[in-house]
């Protein structure tokens, strides 16, 4: 199968440099029309330019691809909206949208202050929703869109001094379990990618050899695969140095307690059997856990009411 992107139009944040770039380029090399956004700020959010986003532009038309620069900030919805604006009056849609801009504020919990902590939940979070929101209903018009969220193993698993970095890594897959249940109906599918890359982000981080091995390339593979037209939905992709692997959050098949027995000290007596994996599932919907959890009630009633008869 080859992957192409011919006639449609991409939406890439933080695309001036590291992995928003290689998104934007291979993209373009696969036949999108790209809009390349970056603030052009430091990895800690500060400052601006529009330089890296239009050193990018210049190398997609270097070989023949069309690419628009933007610079808006994706916390500002209106600079998101004016962004997407932009994209519609020149090409007409927007296939595919990854949200990538991001930055980090890493400090421990007990010396983050507040904050430090809402900034990294306005940009990997909110930051999401508005470039979401701006072309939700273009796509649900069009009947077709592709959106990548960009989560991280600190988000998944945690990570010392990224309790922002994390809490807001976390939130995105919240973000992309509802939007895959209302966008299904039209063909807008939601995917993540959870990264390791060589990036900005890294360095100083860990040693240059390790670095030379998580070339942004490698994620990139990964992401050309959650957007193109045969894109899974509701799939958490880890990738980074040529390692790829998907990311389940499962729950355990439980058990039911009756209601003289729902106490605290029988839900610790069950503890081995409430933590069983050997059953565990992913649950497509919130309310999938509730209907299991009904169904195992009434199951049990039913069984007594069969002992009384």
């Not at 038309?61 to 919805?77: I, Q």
């Not at 091995?213 to 050309?224: F, I, K, Q, R, W």
Request: proline share 2%; with cysteine.
């Amino acid at each position: 199968m080859s992957i192409r992107f011919d006639g449609q139009v991409a939406i890439v944040t933080g695309a001036g440099n590291g992995l928003g770039r290689s998104h934007a380029l291979e993209l373009a090399r696969r036949g999108a029309k790209v809009v390349v956004n970056d603030l052009g700020s430091a990895v800690d959010g500060n400052g601006a330019s529009t330089a890296a986003a239009s050193a990018v532009v210049e190398e997609i038309e270097s070989f023949g691809g069309e690419a628009l620069a933007n610079g808006a900030n994706v916390t500002d919805y209106a600079q998101v909206e004016a962004m997407v604006d932009a994209a519609m009056a020149r090409w007409g849609r927007v296939d595919i949208l990854i949200n990538n801009a991001g930055i980090l504020r890493d400090k421990s919990f007990s010396k983050v202050t507040l904050d430090e902590f809402k900034l990294i939940i306005d940009v990997h979070l909110m930051g999401s929703v508005n470039c979401c929101k701006a072309v939700w209903e273009i796509m649900k018009a069009q009947n077709y869109g592709r959106i990548v969220m960009t989560t991280s193993s600190s988000g998944l698993y945690g990570n010392f001094g990224q309790t922002n970095y994390g809490a807001g890594k976390m939130a995105v897959l919240g973000l992309m379990n509802t939007l895959v249940l209302e966008g299904e109906k039209f063909n807008i599918h939601t995917n993540a990618l959870a990264p390791a890359a060589g990036t900005r982000m890294l360095e100083g981080l860990v040693a240059s050899e390790v670095l030379e091995l998580l070339t942004p390339s490698s994620v990139t593979a990964g992401a050309m695969v959650l957007c193109h037209s045969e894109a899974p939905n509701r799939t958490i992709l880890c990738a980074g140095a040529g390692g790829y692997a998907a990311s389940r959050i499962v729950e355990s098949e439980g058990i039911y307690l009756p209601e003289e027995q729902q106490t605290p000290e029988q839900v610790a007596a069950h503890w081995a059997e409430i933590t069983d994996p050997a059953e565990q599932q992913e649950l497509f919907g919130g309310f999938k856990q509730t209907e299991k959890f009904i169904s195992k009630a009434m199951a049990y009633l039913h069984s007594q009411s069969g002992v009384q008869e």
